[in-house]
């Protein structure tokens, strides 16, 4: 009986998690939202944010963390264009305590932490050339994550996975062993890659909020040849699993014509 728990668990959560379209109010992309959250948004953010502060600090105490004042105000300066477009995406964005920084590591990286929590790599930036229309669509990818709650999905579904539907309601704050086990799956949730599915709707969504914000959304076309170009035949290590490079190139250009009329708008603002 205990033996088919983890099997009835992970099929629960598929059935339950077949994502549905995210209503848009106006003309944009498609992209899809999981059904079922175990865990509440104020629990996943509050642990993303704790671990945010935890890198900051080991930065910091390094030396490592905002080095480069004229980078950190560019960085800044683009992902302040493209936030206040989440709402599309995510109602409660707009009372996110939205974060930005950089970090001086070699790291082909970036990522925003649900709740807002942005963090990029230098080596991002300098090793791939960026510009600002590319800058903007790697940060548009990892805030759309965020957005469209990618974390939370995979915090929920590490739950469901490792302790079952009954254990669920521990994850309300309800004993030591809930405690636990939150944080075993918030760890999960922060390092472990997004599925594909989770990759393309970051991809359509991010090259929406760039083009709203100003941005050309051709750029990430440009921007994932860098990166295939980076790793030499095999994808930086943030990019494992992510879906290859040429397939992804492909859904982008797909959905230009649907984001480029946004782009051409907000130019004229």
């Known amino acids: 009986m205990h033996s088919a728990l983890p099997a009835l668990v992970l099929a629960l959560f598929t059935l339950l ?12 992309v498609q992209v899809r939202k999981p059904k079922l959250m175990v865990v509440p948004e104020s629990v996943v953010n509050r642990s993303a944010a704790q671990q945010y502060l935890q890198m900051k600090q080991q930065a910091a105490a390094r030396g490592l963390l905002n080095r480069d004042a ?7 300066a683009i992902a302040l264009r493209l936030i206040p477009h989440g709402r599309r995406f995510n109602a409660e964005a707009g009372s996110w305590a939205w974060e930005v920084n950089v970090i001086d590591s070699p790291a082909i990286n970036a990522f925003c932490m649900p709740g807002g929590k942005i963090m990029v790599f230098v080596g991002l930036i300098e090793k791939l050339q960026l510009t600002d229309d590319e800058l903007a669509a790697v940060i548009g990818h990892e805030i759309a994550h965020a957005l469209l709650q990618h974390g939370r999905a995979r915090m929920s579904e590490a739950v469901l996975k490792n302790v079952g539907v009954n254990l669920a309601a521990l994850y309300f704050g309800l004993g030591d062993l809930g405690a636990t086990a939150l944080a075993q799956a918030a760890q999960l949730a922060i390092t472990l ?9 970051a991809d359509l969504a991010g090259i929406e909020l760039a083009a709203r914000a100003g941005y050309d959304p051709r750029a990430a076309t440009s921007l994932w040849r860098k990166m295939a170009a980076a790793g030499g035949g095999q994808p930086p290590q943030f990019l494992s699993t992510h879906p290859g ?22 130019k004229q603002r």
């Open 193 to 201: 890659p997004y599925s594909r599915g989770h990759e393309t709707d």
């Open 245 to 266: 490079h040429a397939n992804r190139i492909r859904e982008i250009e797909a959905s230009l014509p649907t984001v480029m009329p946004l782009y051409e708008k907000a």
């Open 70 to 76: 004229p980078q950190v105000a560019r960085v800044q």
């Open 17 to 28: 998690t077949v994502p549905s379209l995210a209503q848009q109010a106006d003309a944009g």
